[in-house]
């Protein structure tokens, strides 16, 4: 198994040094190709990088995390991928524990517990946005937003295409995966911590609506009828419940009413047209696939 460990750098001259020196001093790792993907940082992250050892992609100028993750996979000559934090929350020492499973898991995550050092208004958010993703594919998430994951060469190729250009990779290729049947486990590390220098490029608010918005258009782009058939049955009930009600005490229908109904039906009839898009689309996707 040929691996790559891949990690997107942006102003981390502070720490790249220290996680790749690391990496590399390791005999569990030996032979593992690391690349670092510079996104055109204003301090000398390429320049550390390389000293330390790592093979260094640069980008002119900032891209953001998922274009990096997306330059260094493509720069990258392993048949599975290893994504970590350029920062030192994620300890190398812990690859192996993740590798170990890859072979029956299309993707591994080292997941966040309870004993890791997070903060706590990070550790809330992510509890928010786990459980919308959870609702949304139906399986157990344990860590939606965790930088360190190990994935197959061609499930990530799958779906390289979907990720954004910033925030957040890791958010859209679990929802990805997941929506289209692939398999993913969760590694619980209690080491994972805190940045070990600098400043997070992360806003809370900002990025929290973010991946809320990344798991809507996942969810649309595999099973749209998750989110319409709840809608059309809310006004569906809703405009029944009240027609009822406008019959028996009105001997009418209220506008309302009809409007309540017209929206339900117009919503189904939407939510299975898109379902049978996104069925000929992922159809279409393993077919273009195996041609490869």
Known sequence: MRVSIIIPAYNEAENIGGVVSRILSLEALR??????????SADDTARAAEAAGARVVR???????????????????????????????????????????????????GARTSESDVSRFRAFGNRVLIATAQFLVGRKIDDLTSGFRAVKRAAFEDFAHLFPQGYSYPTTITMALFSAGRFVKY??????????????????????????????????????????LPLAGLFLTLGLL?????????????????????????????????????RTRRELHAILRKMR
């Open 31 to 40: 032979g593992y190709e690391v690349v670092v993907v510079d996104d055109g």
């Open 187 to 228: 590694v619980p590390l209690p080491t994972i911590r805190r940045r070990q220098g600098g400043a997070s490029n992360i806003q809370p608010v900002r990025d929290g609506l973010r991946f809320l918005f990344i798991m809507l258009r996942m969810i649309m782009l595999f099973n749209p009828f998750k989110v319409f």
């Open 59 to 109: 980008h002119p100028y900032n891209l953001g995390n998922g274009a990096s993750v997306k330059s260094g996979a493509a720069a990258a000559n392993g048949d599975v991928f290893v994504f970590m934090d350029a920062d030192g929350q994620h300890l190398p020492e812990d690859i192996p524990k993740l590798l170990e499973h890859v072979g029956d898991y299309d993707m591994v995550v």
């Open 242 to 278: 009240n027609g009822l009600h406008d019959a028996w005490a009105l001997q009418k229908i209220t506008a309302s009413s009809m409007l309540s109904l017209i929206l339900g039906f117009f919503l189904l009839f939407f939510g299975i047209m898109t379902d049978q898009i996104a």
